[in-house]
């Protein structure tokens, strides 16, 4: 594919994971959400292997206070790994070693908790003046890997920044960052406007920000010069707005399923959705039909 003159390639992900989690305490009181199990193996893995999946193999993941079960997670554990030897479990022993081998992880802590837009700046040593994906801790996506390669193949083809957008119901646009679009394609738009948890009657759309992003350095400059927005929070969606007035900022609409694992109603629905795909769970539908039923 031919790339705009002095565009990069995507190489590096950004996963912001340093988040309180307050609307699942106690559960997040002393554990990372992005730490909570979906079925056997915690949210973040999934992100992780996510990033993987679109070809990124460097992935820095934006920690803080409480958060070291994540690094943990990726690294290795000796002692356990020769008592799953010793006990002969090696498909066991095989999963925990992939997940330390698959890419090369890094972490930075976010000293303060001053918002998502804040968060993305722990990132700039790291990807220097390279294009990078950001990919939301608490936020899975199905299919995987495809809407990252499609946000990736935007950005190689227009070098501007991407993200992905949902439609949404109406009375949920004042939980995400909302769009004004002009379109491009089928499923890709020039963004017009972005902005943050709009009240219902001031969306410009119902096309919603999903969690994943291409984003370019000049991201870093624009973030330095913010004043804390909605919640009196850095907010990426006021940085993304400043790139869109300069036209620099495409969607793509994501047309699989997201799931919000950060808050108890959507928390509990991934869990089973997750629970119902996996072929060595026989018999979990009929278990929980029944359960339904009674
Ligand atoms: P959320 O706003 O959903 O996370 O941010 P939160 O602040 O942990 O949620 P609540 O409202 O208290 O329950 C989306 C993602 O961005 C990260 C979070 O960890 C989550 O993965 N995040 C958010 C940061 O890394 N730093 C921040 O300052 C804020």
Redesign the pocket.
């Known amino acids: 594919m031919s790339r705009p003159v002095g565009s990069r390639l995507v190489r590096k992900a950004v996963?912001?994971?340093?988040?309180?989690?307050?609307?699942?305490?106690p559960a997040?009181k002393a554990q990372?959400?992005?730490m909570l199990p979906i079925v056997d193996r915690p949210a973040i893995q999934y992100v992780v292997e996510e990033a993987l999946q679109g070809e990124l193999h460097d992935i820095l993941i934006?920690?803080?206070k409480g958060k070291h079960a994540i690094e943990d997670h990726f690294d290795r554990n000796f002692e356990l790994e020769e008592e799953l030897r010793k006990s002969g479990k090696t498909h066991a022993l095989a999963e925990i070693r992939d997940l330390t081998t698959a890419g090369r992880i890094h972490y930075i802590r976010?000293n303060?908790?001053?918002?998502?837009g804040?968060?993305v700046r722990y990132a700039r040593d790291h990807v220097e003046a390279e294009p990078f994906a950001v990919l939301?801790?608490?936020?899975l996506l199905r299919p995987s890997g495809e809407c990252l390669r499609k946000l990736i193949s935007i950005h190689e083809r227009t070098g501007d920044a991407v993200l992905a957008v949902e439609e949404v119901p109406e009375d949920k646009v004042d939980r995400y960052g909302i769009l004004e679009v002009e379109s491009v394609e089928d499923s890709e738009y020039v963004v017009k406007r972005i902005i943050e948890k709009p009240k219902r009657e001031e969306a410009p759309s119902r096309l919603a920000a999903v969690?994943r992003y291409v984003l370019i350095p000049e991201i870093f400059e624009i973030i330095d010069g913010l004043p804390p927005g909605k919640n009196n929070?850095?907010q990426l969606t006021d940085a993304l707005h400043v790139l869109a007035t300069r036209g620099r900022l495409r969607a793509c609409r994501f047309s699989g399923k997201r799931y919000?694992v950060?808050?108890r109603f959507d928390y509990v629905l991934t869990t089973v959705e997750y629970a119902l795909d996996r072929p060595d769970l026989v018999g979990i539908r009929e278990a929980l039909m029944s359960i339904l039923k009674s």
């Open positions: 996963i912001p994971a340093a988040g309180f989690g307050t609307r699942l305490l997040t990372p959400k992005e934006i920690t803080g976010q303060e908790l001053l918002g998502l804040d968060a939301l801790g608490d936020t969690g929070e850095i919000d950060g808050n």
